[in-house]
């Protein structure tokens, strides 16, 4: 029986769905990829702008929801029976920098579900029954998540590392912001939303580009937009030291963790390499924060770390919940991993492991016209070369363990962290007294 898995040395050669991308004045994208395996349609409508823009906290989450909710023709009900007919299905939401909307249906019945879905993007009227609906539905929602420790842990940190910046709220806002989101603001939102800001469609089907953008012609109004609106571009400062805040939740068995600092994002030189190192420290399962916390020390039963990169600002997280008991140990455990990461070259094995998964995964990410459309959004959200994806893949390719080590040398030293942590209030005051400036969320 082998006690370790078998490493491939062998490369495919990756090349990114074909696409076409064509720009219609000074405020539409279009990005088109034809499939014509599938009689299926898929369309994502985004504007750039997101809640990160919001004036009330969860009020893009708010407008956007509410957008299915009711147009000038149509109640709530009746657009619902009619998606259901054509058995298509349509819904919006937010990210921190865009909002959406998704459809999907087969091909046969596109006509009428971008009608729909048009109607819904311009004439959403806000009906008071469904605002209260989806208020008491956002409020039960988020009562939910304040009883899960992982996710006081995630707002706790949040909160910390971005300080000031409307990353540092939930999305969705709070019970406190929802009572000031009102039918008025609603409306106003929607009209920033469509129309002082560049909008994208992505979408994927069985005919050709042609059609596609003759066909969203006939449902979409393309015009220029003038002078945008400033985004607020308001990047949190570099944590100078060791910040802990700490999340109370008495009744948890076990401590929520999420560690991390501030970290360069997709666009940055050196994102491709930091990427591979955070693969081998702590990205997959067989990564080094995995075999050593969970497999080694038994003191949870998973850990990873990642990077969240947005337009404002960029974060390298570890996530993980821990044995009461062992709370401090992991932490430390952690660090002292940081710290040898960041100043040891990784071993051959591990490297060319860590190569072998990064490559697959550009194979697996690009399977479904969903997901090709997703990276299709992070290119045109971030403003990356249409080649992007198929260059990762190539520097990837020919990254070295001397190129790793830079990074890590750079990226991976436990300092200026933040330390957010959910369960037992008097436990953790006393188990991270010695990790930094102790602080409180309070959700």
């Known amino acids: 029986m082998k006690e370790k898995p078998p490493i491939s040395f062998s490369t495919h050669k990756f090349e990114f769905p074909e696409y076409t991308f064509k720009q219609i004045g000074n405020s539409q994208n279009v990005y088109y990829v034809e499939r014509n395996d599938l009689p299926l349609f898929n369309l994502k409508v985004i504007t750039k702008s997101g809640a990160f823009d919001d004036s009330e906290t969860g009020l893009t989450y708010f407008t956007a929801q509410m957008t299915t909710k009711g147009t000038k023709s149509k109640s709530q009900a009746k657009l619902a029976l009619e998606l259901d007919n054509i058995g298509a299905n349509l819904n919006a939401g937010t990210g921190w920098d865009s909002a959406y909307w998704n459809l999907d249906c087969l091909d046969e019945h596109k006509g009428r579900a971008v009608e729909l879905l048009s109607d819904c993007f311009y ?47 939930p999305i969705t806002g709070d019970e406190t912001n929802l009572s000031h989101i009102s039918k008025n603001l609603l409306s106003q939102r929607h009209k920033e939303l469509i129309n002082k800001n560049e909008i994208s469609f992505i979408a994927s089907g069985p005919f050709n580009f042609n059609e596609f953008l003759n066909f969203i012609n006939q449902h979409f109004i393309f015009k220029k937009i003038g002078n945008q609106k ?95 008991p062992s709370t401090s140990k992991s932490i430390s455990s952690i660090f002292k991993l940081m710290e040898n990461f960041s100043s040891h070259k990784v071993d051959k094995q591990e490297f060319n492991r860590a190569i072998q ?71 953790l005051n006393k188990e991270l007294k010695n990790f930094g400036e102790i602080s409180y969320y309070e959700p």
């Open 230 to 324: 400033n985004k607020s571009n308001i990047i949190p400062p570099e944590v100078k030291t060791n910040l802990v805040r700490i999340a109370s939740k008495e009744d948890a068995g076990q401590t929520a963790l999420r560690i991390g600092k501030m970290t360069v994002g997709i666009t940055h030189h050196d994102y491709i390499p930091l990427s591979l190192a955070n693969t081998i420290f702590g990205g997959y399962f067989m990564s080094r924060l995995n075999g050593h916390i969970r497999e080694k020390l038994g003191y949870t039963y998973g850990i990873h770390s990642f990077i969240d990169y947005r337009l404002n600002g960029s974060t390298f997280q570890i996530t993980s919940s821990v044995n009461k």
């Open 123 to 169: 004439n959403s009227v806000f009906p008071d029954k469904e605002i209260a609906i989806l208020k008491n539905r956002i409020i039960a929602d988020i009562s939910q998540k304040k009883a899960e420790p992982s996710y006081l842990a995630k707002q706790a940190f949040f909160s910390a590392i971005y300080q000031n910046s409307p990353y540092g709220n």
């Open 357 to 427: 998964y990064s490559l697959g995964t550009f194979l697996r990410n690009t399977e479904s016209s969903r997901q090709v459309m997703s990276l299709l959004g992070i290119i045109d959200l971030f403003k990356l070369k249409s080649n992007y994806y198929e260059q990762a893949y190539k520097k990837i390719l020919s990254l070295t363990i001397d190129d790793i080590f830079e990074v890590q040398k750079k990226y991976f030293q436990p300092k200026n962290m933040v330390i957010a942590a959910s369960g037992d209030l008097k436990y």
